[in-house]
């Protein structure tokens, strides 16, 4: 599987976009961008995943670049319930196993 | 609720002893995971199972054992020869046709007296 970097953390403003960067680029073609999401002391969250459309659900919109080399989660209005530590996976649905790859993630801070 | 529980929340284990953290799911996922969390840390694959009655080591199967006799339930013993088993425990489960799409549950913070 794929590398990702990740900043190591960001601060957003309530109610503002957030926008979470993802560096993927030995990312190989039949390969998934994932985002997960994990608050304090609790299990990961799923948010969402795409392969090379943007994609936007309830929670939040992927936008991959056209080489898809890199990508950015966007939390179009965030709240202070949105501070987590947000993981960029790249993962093959060929593979089989469903086995995900958590790096460091990018801890999101949320600020009144 | 559909879901996944896990049990106990908090689980405390002595030098040499063998513990078993309980998960559960109704999801009527068919695969599910075990992963490990250390401070600071991402998750890492301990086991996983894709169907019942099968599992496969993940990348630190080492000291820990699982059973699959039921798809709703993938309990994980932590042996005594894990020697540091001082971690936050995650259990996650999918469907066969979207693995990376997981539903984890609540943790299960193990400490060593």
């Known amino acids: 599987d794929a590398k990702t970097t990740q900043p190591p953390s960001m601060d957003c403003a309530e109610g503002r976009a957030a926008n979470l960067p993802c560096n993927h680029s030995?990312?190989?073609?039949?390969?998934?961008v994932y985002w997960y999401r994990q608050i304090h002391s609790q299990g990961p969250q799923y948010i969402i995943h795409g392969l090379k459309n943007n994609e936007t659900n309830e929670m939040a919109s992927l936008i991959i670049t056209e080489d898809r080399k890199s990508s950015t989660l966007i939390l179009p209005h965030a709240t202070l319930r949105d501070t987590a530590v947000y993981y960029c996976?790249?993962?093959?649905?060929?593979?089989?196993?469903?086995?995900?790859?958590f790096g460091q993630g990018t801890t999101l801070q949320v600020k009144p | 609720d559909g879901g996944i529980t896990q049990s106990p929340k908090y689980l405390f284990r002595k030098e040499g002893q063998n513990v078993t953290l309980s998960c559960e799911q109704n999801?009527?996922?068919?695969?599910m995971y075990w992963y490990r969390q250390d401070p600071g840390q991402g998750l890492r694959l301990i086991y996983y199972s894709q169907i019942v009655n099968d599992f496969q080591k993940g990348d630190i199967a080492e000291g820990y054992s699982v059973s699959r006799e039921k798809k709703e339930s993938f309990p994980l013993t932590v042996t005594s020869a894990q020697k540091n088993p001082t971690a936050f425990y995650l259990c996650?489960?999918?469907?066969?046709?979207?693995?990376?799409?997981?539903?984890f549950g609540p943790g299960t913070r193990l400490l060593v007296l």
């Open positions: 030995t990312i190989s073609g039949n390969e998934y």
């Open positions: 996976i790249v993962s093959s649905s060929s593979g089989n196993t469903g086995k995900l790859i």
């Open positions: 996650a489960s999918s469907n066969q046709g979207e693995r990376e799409t997981q539903y």
């Open positions: 999801l009527n996922h068919d695969a």
